[in-house]
C-alpha cells in the first residue's frame, strides 16, 4: 500500500470502529430525526415522500458519505488541508478545496439556527419536570408551544445556553469525552422513542399513521417534496459539509469504511422511522393537522406524556435526550470552522471556538426574531418561490435544500472522477463487484440524480 499523507503527521485516531461509528451517530442522529423528518413528512403527504427519502438515503446518501469518510481517511487532515494533499497526489487541481469551504459555510448556517431548535428542546425539559404538560388538552398544549415562540427573551437565553453547550465540548476537542457520552445516551434516546411509540400503539391510531407513513400516495408528491426529501436525505446523515470526512480522518486504516457507513446510515434512518411512529398515532387522535409544521413534535409528544402514567418523568427523560441528540449533532457542525480557524489563522482551540461560536450566536437571532417580531417579514418574498418564508424558512431552505446537496455533488464528482480508481479501492478494499457497483452509483446516478432534482425546481 502507499504511504498516505497522513502517516507523516501524528494525530489521534478513534479508539475502535464502535467509537468512530459512535461518534458519527451522534451527529447524524439530532433534531433532523425527531422534529424534522416527522414535520416534512407531514407537510408532504406522508407514504410517498417516505419512500423517495428512503430511496435518497440508499441510493445517494449512503454511496455519498462512504465517499466523505474515505476522503478525510485518505487525507488525514482537516477537511479542506485532506482535499488539498489528495489533489496534490492525485494530479487534480487545487481549487477542490473550495469544495470543504462550502461545507465550512453551511455547517455555520445550519447551527445559527438548530441552536434555537436546540433551545426549544431545552425549553421543554422544565416544561416536563414541572408537571405542566399533566392532563392537558390539545389545545393548552399549542398554546404552551405558542407562548414560547412568542417570547423572544426565553428563546434568547435557550439559543444562549445551548450555544454555550457546544461551545464548551468544542473547545475541548471533541474526542474527549464524545464516545462515552454517545454510548450511554444514544441506546437511551432509542429506548424512550420505544416507549412512545409503545404508547402510540394504545391510542387506536397506530394503524393509520403506518399507512399514512408508508403507503405511498403519488399524487402527493410535488417536485419541491422530492428536493425536500433528498435535501433531508443529506441533513440527516451529516452529508455535504465536510463533517463526516472530519471524522473520517480520524478513523484508522484497517476499518471496513462501507459497513461502518452502512451502520451510521441505518440506525439514523430507524431512529427517524421509530420518531414518525411515535408520533403520527397522537396527531391522528388527537385531530391534529399533520402538516402542521416545524411545531409538530412539541404540539404532538407532550400530549402523549400529559396522558402516559408517569409521564412527567418519561416526558422529562425524552427531551433531556433529546437535547443531547442535538447538541451532540451541534457539536459536529461547529467543529469544521473551528478546525479551519485553526488552521488558517492559526487561532488557538479557545480563540477558534469563542469566535465562531459567537458569530453563529448572533446570526441565530435573525431566527428567533423570525418566529416572533419578524414573522412578517419575508426578505425574498418577491420571489414567487420563496414567497411568505421568514429568515428561519429561507436558512433552513437555503442550506438543506441547495448547499447540502450541492456539496454532495461535488463530493460525488471529486471522489467519483478526480481521485484515482486505485486510491478509492485501496481505501474501502471491497470486493469487486460491491466496488463496482458504489462506483457507478457514485459516478452516475447520485451526481445525476442530484442534478435533476435542482434543475426541476430551480425552473
Ligand atoms: N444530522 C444532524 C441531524 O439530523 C444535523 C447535522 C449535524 C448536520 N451535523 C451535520 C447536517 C452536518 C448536515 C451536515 O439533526
Not at 192 to 210: C, E
Request: neutral net charge; charged residues 10%; glycine residues 10%.
Amino acid at each position: 500500500m502507499n504511504e498516505s499523507p497522513s502517516t507523516s503527521v501524528k494525530r489521534g485516531m478513534w479508539s475502535s470502529r464502535l467509537a468512530f461509528i459512535l461518534a458519527a451517530t451522534g451527529s447524524a442522529v439530532g433534531l433532523g430525526n425527531i422534529w424534522k423528518f416527522p414535520y416534512i413528512t407531514g407537510e408532504n403527504g406522508g407514504g410517498a415522500f417516505v419512500l423517495v427519502y428512503l430511496l435518497c438515503i440508499a441510493a445517494v446518501g449512503v454511496p455519498i458519505m462512504m465517499a466523505e469518510v474515505l476522503i478525510g481517511r485518505r487525507g488525514g487532515h482537516s477537511p479542506v488541508r485532506s482535499i488539498q494533499l489528495i489533489t496534490e497526489r492525485d494530479g487534480a487541481n487545487p481549487a477542490w478545496r473550495w469544495l470543504a469551504a462550502v461545507g465550512v459555510l453551511a455547517a455555520f448556517l445550519i447551527l445559527s439556527f438548530y441552536s434555537v431548535i436546540g433551545g426549544w428542546a431545552m425549553s421543554y425539559v422544565g416544561t416536563a419536570a414541572t408537571g405542566q404538560l399533566a392532563g392537558q388538552t390539545a389545545d393548552e398544549i399549542g398554546a404552551i408551544f405558542t407562548g414560547l415562540l412568542g417570547s423572544p427573551a426565553t428563546l434568547l437565553l435557550w439559543h444562549t445556553v445551548f450555544m454555550a453547550l457546544v461551545m464548551l465540548v468544542v473547545a475541548k476537542g471533541v474526542r474527549f469525552g464524545l464516545e462515552r457520552a454517545v454510548s450511554i445516551l444514544m441506546p437511551a434516546l432509542f429506548v424512550l422513542l420505544l416507549l412512545v411509540v409503545g404508547y402510540a400503539m394504545t391510542t387506536g391510531f397506530f394503524g393509520q399513521a403506518v399507512a399514512f407513513l408508508f403507503q405511498p400516495d403519488f399524487s402527493k408528491l410535488t417536485t419541491s417534496g422530492v428536493l425536500v426529501a433528498l435535501g433531508h436525505a443529506f441533513f440527516t446523515l451529516s452529508l455535504g459539509m465536510a463533517v463526516m470526512m472530519a471524522y473520517g480522518s480520524y478513523l484508522p486504516k484497517n476499518i471496513s469504511i462501507a459497513k461502518t457507513s452502512l451502520t451510521v446510515s441505518v440506525m439514523d434512518t430507524g431512529v427517524a422511522l421509530l420518531a414518525g411512529l411515535a408520533i403520527f398515532p397522537i396527531v391522528f387522535a388527537n385531530g391534529l393537522e399533520p402538516g402542521a409544521g416545524p411545531g409538530l413534535i412539541f404540539q404532538t409528544l407532550p400530549l402523549a406524556f400529559g396522558q402516559m402514567p408517569l409521564g412527567s418523568l418519561f416526558g422529562t427523560l425524552f427531551f433531556v435526550l433529546l437535547v443531547f441528540a442535538a447538541w451532540t449533532s451541534g457539536i459536529s457542525l461547529l467543529e469544521p470552522l473551528v478546525e479551519w480557524l485553526e488552521e488558517r489563522k492559526g487561532m488557538n482551540r479557545l480563540m477558534s471556538t469563542l469566535t465562531a461560536g459567537i458569530a453563529c450566536w448572533a446570526v441565530g437571532i435573525a431566527s428567533i426574531l423570525s418566529l416572533n417580531l419578524w414573522s412578517d417579514f419575508a426578505p425574498l418574498g418577491m420571489f414567487g418561490m420563496f414567497e411568505g418564508k421568514t429568515i428561519f424558512d429561507l436558512l433552513d431552505f437555503f442550506t438543506a435544500n441547495i448547499l447540502l446537496p450541492l456539496g454532495g455533488l461535488m463530493v460525488a464528482v471529486f471522489a467519483g472522477w478526480v481521485m484515482t480508481r486505485e486510491t478509492l479501492e485501496q481505501e474501502l478494499s471491497m470486493s469487486p463487484a460491491a466496488f463496482s457497483l458504489w462506483y457507478r452509483t457514485l459516478r452516475y446516478f447520485a451526481p445525476v440524480a442530484v442534478a435533476v432534482v435542482f434543475v426541476y425546481n430551480l425552473v
